[in-house]
């Protein structure tokens, strides 16, 4: 059964960085694209960035453009999301997820319901 372990969360102050981490297992995922969405407070789950497995291919939001950077080590079967420059906004709890079989060369999922396996989330705090 396909697991994802988050990991990597905590409390930082503005302008500080973490990396979050995403341990994955159980498929083979070199069809797949790996996700990472946050929910905040009160607020609707958010997708922040994506990477298709095969290929690298990233997308990010447009709020943490130049901020943040999702990666994968093929090796580990893990994928990042390295945030600088953290702003308090960016409190959150962040998720893992895969779309199976999901984006291409073209494409990212980008909505919930395209991704099909969620880990359990870690919590970033970031204070001002």
């Known amino acids: 059964q396909v697991q994802l372990v988050e990991s990597g969360g905590g409390l930082v102050q503005a302008g500080d960085s973490l990396r979050l981490s995403c341990a994955a297992s159980?498929?083979?995922?070199?069809?797949?694209?790996m996700g990472w969405f946050r929910q905040a407070p009160g607020k609707e789950l958010e997708f922040v960035a994506a990477?298709?497995?095969?290929?690298?291919?990233?997308y990010s939001t447009d709020s943490v453009k130049g901020r943040f950077t999702i990666s994968r080590d093929n090796a580990k079967n893990t994928v990042y999301l390295q945030m600088n420059s953290l702003k308090p906004e960016d409190t959150a709890v962040y998720y893992c997820?895969?779309?199976?079989?999901?984006?291409?060369?073209?494409?990212?999922?980008?909505?919930?319901?395209?991704?099909?396996?969620w880990g359990q989330g870690t919590q970033v705090t970031v204070s001002s």
């Open positions: 990477i298709r497995w095969s290929g690298g291919r990233t």
């Open positions: 159980g498929r083979t995922f070199s069809g797949d694209t």
């Open positions: 997820a895969v779309s199976v079989d999901g984006g291409s060369s073209y494409y990212t999922p980008r909505s919930r319901r395209e991704y099909n396996y």
